[in-house]
């Protein structure tokens, strides 16, 4: 079945770049969506991509996707304390509505 | 609108009693998701919901859980005996089949069973 990885944790001094990785396995991939989840919350959409694009930029944040390597990232430029979260790549297939999450990857952001 | 509504926020319960978890959707979306989330497992998708019928409940673990939609504006997850194991964030989310599909999610029921 479909799956999308993630590494669980990343620590990054306040001011410098993060990059968050993910990989899916799911070739029919129609949208990837990278939502934050702050403690004690629910999942929140960050921003999204459409699989027919190989970028999309949002302020500070800018996802990048190679399809053909089924690789998408999240770039947060000028890591900020409030970045801490937890960030889950997910996607969603044609023909589907259920989005694919994976286990998240905990943003630590230290001074 | 409020966005997805659940409660409790908080359950803490016995071994072998019945809990109810309740989701309402945000107004307009046809598709409805309850998820469980551990350190464990992550997030995992328990049952999907479209049009209030169910599509796909082969994330439900076992028979002590089910779910009913019975109208688009309402949800209930039931567990029946809850077992210690069952303790974790569950999440309700919906979303309308259309656009960019982006699922919004409800506050969480963090679930202790003692």
């Known amino acids: 079945g479909e799956d999308v990885e993630q590494s669980l944790f990343l620590s990054v001094r306040e001011g410098d770049s993060s990059v968050i990785n993910c990989t899916y396995t799911d070739s029919s991939s129609t949208y990837l969506y990278w939502y934050k989840q702050e403690p004690g919350a629910g999942l929140q959409l960050l921003t999204y991509i459409f699989s027919n694009m190989d970028m999309k930029q949002d302020q500070r944040l800018t996802v990048l996707l190679n399809k053909k390597d089924k690789h998408l990232s999240l770039r947060i430029a000028d890591t900020q304390t409030g970045d801490s979260a937890i960030y889950f790549c997910a996607e969603i297939s044609g023909g589907s509505y259920i989005p694919t999450f994976g286990r998240g990857t905990s943003l630590i952001v230290h001074p | 609108d409020a966005g997805v509504i659940q409660s409790p926020r908080h359950e803490v319960t016995e071994m072998g009693q019945e809990v109810t978890l309740r989701c309402k959707p945000i107004s307009g979306h046809n598709s409805l998701f309850w998820y469980r989330q551990t350190m464990m497992r992550g997030l995992e998708l328990l049952i999907y919901f479209n049009n209030n019928v169910p599509i796909d409940d082969s994330g439900m673990p076992e028979d002590r859980f089910s779910a009913k939609m019975p109208n688009a504006s309402f949800s209930t997850l039931k567990i029946q005996p809850s077992e210690p194991r069952d303790s974790a964030v569950y999440f309700c989310?919906?979303?309308?089949?259309?656009?960019?599909?982006?699922?919004?999610f409800g506050q969480g029921t963090r679930l202790t069973v003692v």
């Open positions: 989310a919906s979303s309308f089949d259309g656009g960019n599909t982006e699922a919004f």
